[in-house]
C-alpha cells in the first residue's frame, strides 16, 4: 500500500516510491529505495523535501514502527538494527523482549523449514517442532506479553509461518489460563505451530487472494485440515492424536456449521476448541497485504457477539489471559495522545502498561513515553472510546472496523 508520510517520520527499513519535490531538493539519484543506513535517514532528513510517499508491502511501514516500538524492538526486516526511537527500558524486561525476539526469529525459519519438508513429503522434525514449542512456552512464561507483541508483526511472505508461531503463543497463554496441565499446555503449543500445515497444499493466489473466494477456491482451502492431518499422521507416534485433531478440527464451529465434519459443542475436543478462538484472533487481528487487521479489543468484543462459532467459557478465558485491553491496542489517553499497549497489569486488567507513539496536540508521531497507567502519579487515563473523528483528526489511516 502506498502512503503519503512526512520525512520526520521516516525510519530505516521503510521504502520510498516517490520523493515529493524536485529532484533539486534533494541529493537521490533514484526515487524508489529502501533506507537501509541512517546516512539515507540523516540526507533525506537534512533536505528540503517535506514528505515522500512510501510503499508499505516492500518495507516498514508508520504503524510497523510503532509496534515495533511497543514491542521493544527496532531491528528492520533486513536485521540490521534501525534507529533507536524509545529510551531504554528495564533490563529485566529488556532481556526478556531480546529472547522473545531471538524465539521470533528463529521460529520463522524453523516453521518454514516444517512447511517444506511436509511439502516434500519429507519426514517432520518433531524434536525440532517440540524444541521450539517449548521455547515459546519459556518466553511467554517469562514475559507473558512479549512474544504475543512480536507476533503480531508479520511479513506478507512469512505470515503463513507466523500466524502459526503466533497461535502457539496463544494456544500456551490459553492452556495456562485454563489451569491446564503441564502436558496438555505443551500439546497445546505444539498444535498451534502445526495446525495449518495443510496449507502446504493451497496455491499461494488463493491463501493469499485479495477479496472474496469463489466457491471453488473455497472448496480447496477447505482440504487442508484434513491433508494436514494426513501429513500429521505419518509422523505418528511421535506426533500424538491430540495434536492430529486440533489440526482436523479448528475450523469447526460450537453450532456444528464448521467445516469438515460439522462437528457440534463437546464432540470437538477441548483443544480443538481453543484451537479455534486462537486461530481467529490472530488471523483478525493480522494485517494482510489486502486488509488491515483489526484492533485486538475490538476483536475480542466481535468474538463475544458471534454466535455458535467459538466456546463461550474458553473465550472468556483467553480475553482473561490476554486482558481487557490486549497487546497491540491502540488507546487514546485523556493526555491528547494515542498509544500503543505493550503489556498487561495482571491485577489492574483496565491499565495496561503503554508506549505514547502519536500526539492528537502536534499531530505527529513521537518517541515512544513509557506509561504505566496503573500508576496513581502516571498522569493521563484511557479515553474510553477512540471515535472515529479521533482518528480521522490524526491523520492515521483509520482500521477498517471504523471504515
Ligand atoms: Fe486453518
Ligand atoms: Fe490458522
Known amino acids: ?114 512447511f517444506s519438508d511436509a511439502q516434500l513429503g519429507r519426514r517432520l522434525d518433531v524434536k525440532q517442532i517440540e524444541r521450539l514449542a517449548r521455547d515459546v512456552a519459556d518466553s511467554i512464561d517469562e514475559h507473558p506479553d512479549a512474544l504475543l507483541s512480536l507476533a503480531r508483526i508479520k511479513r506478507a511472505d512469512q505470515y503463513t509461518y507466523m500466524h502459526s508461531v503466533a497461535v502457539a503463543a496463544l494456544m500456551t497463554s490459553l492452556a495456562r489460563e485454563l489451569g491446564l ?10 498444535a498451534g505451530l502445526l495446525h495449518d500445515i495443510g496449507k502446504v497444499g493451497i ?31 505419518r509422523e505418528e507416534p511421535e506426533i500424538p492424536p491430540e495434536i492430529v485433531d486440533v489440526c482436523l478440527h479448528h475450523h469447526e464451529r460450537m453450532d456444528g456449521r464448521g467445516y469438515p465434519d460439522g462437528l457440534a459443542g463437546g464432540q470437538i475436543s477441548l483443544l480443538a476448541r481453543m484451537g479455534a478462538i486462537c ?4 488471523a483478525i487481528t493480522s494485517n494482510r497485504p489486502y486488509k488491515k487487521g483489526w484492533d485486538p479489543a475490538f476483536s475480542l468484543g466481535k468474538m463475544a457477539e458471534w454466535e455458535g462459532h467459538f466456546d463461550a467459557e474458553i473465550l472468556a478465558a483467553f480475553t482473561r489471559a490476554l486482558g481487557r485491553y490486549p497487546v497491540g491496542s491502540i488507546l487514546s489517553l485523556t493526555s491528547g495522545e494515542l498509544a500503543v499497549v505493550v503489556a498487561q497489569n495482571r491485577d489492574v486488567p483496565d491499565a495496561p502498561v503503554v508506549k505514547v507513539f502519536y500526539s492528537n496536540r502536534l499531530c505527529q508521531y513521537t518517541a515512544g513515553r513509557r506509561i504505566d497507567l496503573a500508576d496513581p502519579d502516571c498522569g493521563c487515563r484511557i479515553v474510553p472510546a477512540v471515535k472515529p473523528v479521533d482518528w480521522a483528526q490524526s491523520g492515521l489511516s483509520l482500521p477498517s472496523f471504523i471504515d
Request: hydrophobic share 40%.
Open 181 to 190: 496441565p503441564a502436558e496438555q499446555v505443551r500439546l497445546a503449543g505444539m
Open 279 to 282: 486461530d481467529v484472533y490472530d
Open 1 to 114: 500500500m502506498l502512503k503519503r508520510i512526512s520525512v520526520s517520520q521516516l525510519r530505516i527499513g521503510m521504502y520510498i516510491h516517490e520523493l515529493c519535490g524536485s529532484w533539486l531538493d534533494h541529493s537521490f539519484w533514484r526515487s524508489r529505495f529502501l533506507i537501509e543506513q541512517d546516512s539515507h535517514l540523516s540526507r533525506l532528513q537534512g533536505s528540503k523535501l517535506e514528505w515522500v510517499w512510501i510503499d508499505t508491502d516492500r518495507g516498514l511501514d508508520v504503524e510497523t514502527v510503532a509496534a515495533q516500538v511497543a514491542a521493544g524492538s527496532t531491528s528492520d526486516r533486513s536485521g540490521t538494527r534501525a534507529q533507536t526511537l524509545v529510551p531504554v527500558v528495564d533490563d529485566p524486561a529488556r532481556k526478556a523482549s531480546e529472547r522473545a525476539q531471538g524465539v521470533r526469529d528463529a521460529s520463522g525459519d524453523l516453521v518454514a523449514q516444517m
Open 203 to 233: 496455491p499461494e493466489k488463493i491463501l493469499n487472494k485479495a477479496g472474496r473466494l469463489t466457491d471453488e477456491e473455497f472448496e480447496i482451502v477447505k482440504r487442508h485440515p484434513a491433508e494436514g492431518a494426513a501429513i500429521l499422521r
